[in-house]
């Protein structure tokens, strides 16, 4: 195989994963992790800073430009690379990478309801509740603020309704912490960590294995089509709204 020289601009929740990827991989990658927060400033917000951060590479210095993102709330979409492929996990969602394939992860997600994923990047890279993060809603409504803030923002019956709803019951759909261990965990201390979590909330607590394949795949340039969509020099992702979850589309 020809070494390839490759840019990586990931997500940081899968810094352990990628790190140890990349030290198996047989081509030259470049990691640059970008902040968890990204998935609570919307879409558009989102979009504009990975897109930022892709124009910033030397494009020309690269085979390839790696995204380790899912479509991620459609946070992706419209991101293009001028000069190299673009290479995507077609992925909704970080989970489905932690799980090997879309089909794994839909099976568990049919088969247990009101759960919230852990990882060892989404404990210790900050308080994010989980893949909650992700929906971004929260934060746009003002849900970290008091609720007294609220009510100056919404008006009382306003952000009474946000209160019940979204703030203080918010958890009520949800039961159970499962932690998805990678292979990659120094010890046992993050799922201990996720034990004491589920038990401080009376919630219940299950540990399932991990894949870390599609992520060593991305690395080692095994791009099939089923699990990754590669974008043409100056073509942008947008959402397929179907199994391939995007496509490219020339300008």
């Not at 308080?127 to 409504?141: F, M, N, P, V």
């Amino acid at each position: 195989m020809t070494n390839m020289r490759l840019k990586l601009i990931s997500c940081e929740i899968f810094f352990r994963e990628f790190c140890a990827c990349v030290a198996r991989s047989p081509h030259t990658v470049d990691i640059e992790f970008l902040p968890k927060g990204l998935h609570d400033i919307g879409c558009e917000d989102m979009q504009a800073r990975l897109q930022a951060a892709v124009d910033k590479v030397e494009q020309r210095q690269y085979d390839a430009l790696l995204l380790g993102y899912g479509l991620c709330n459609n946070g992706i979409v419209g991101l293009t690379a001028q000069h190299i492929p673009l290479v995507v996990p077609r992925a909704h969602d970080c989970i489905t990478l932690f799980l090997g394939s879309a089909a794994r992860y839909m099976e568990y997600f049919q088969n247990n309801s009101g759960v919230y994923f852990k990882t060892t990047g989404w404990i210790e890279r900050g308080e994010a509740d989980g893949e909650l993060g992700q929906l971004a809603l929260g934060q746009k409504l003002g849900l970290k603020q008091t609720y007294e803030e609220m009510v100056a923002k919404y008006g009382e019956d306003n952000a009474r309704y946000l209160w019940e709803e979204f703030g203080k019951n918010l958890a009520r759909h949800y039961h159970q912490f499962t932690f998805i261990e990678m292979g990659i965990e120094p010890d046992g201390s993050f799922e201990q960590r996720a034990r004491d979590e589920a038990a401080a909330r009376g919630w219940e607590f299950a540990k399932l294995a991990g894949d870390i394949g599609m992520i060593q795949r991305l690395v080692n340039g095994e791009w099939n089509e089923k699990e990754f969509l590669v974008v043409p020099p100056g073509q942008r992702i947008v959402a397929s709204y179907d199994d391939g979850v995007i496509s490219a589309k020339a300008e």
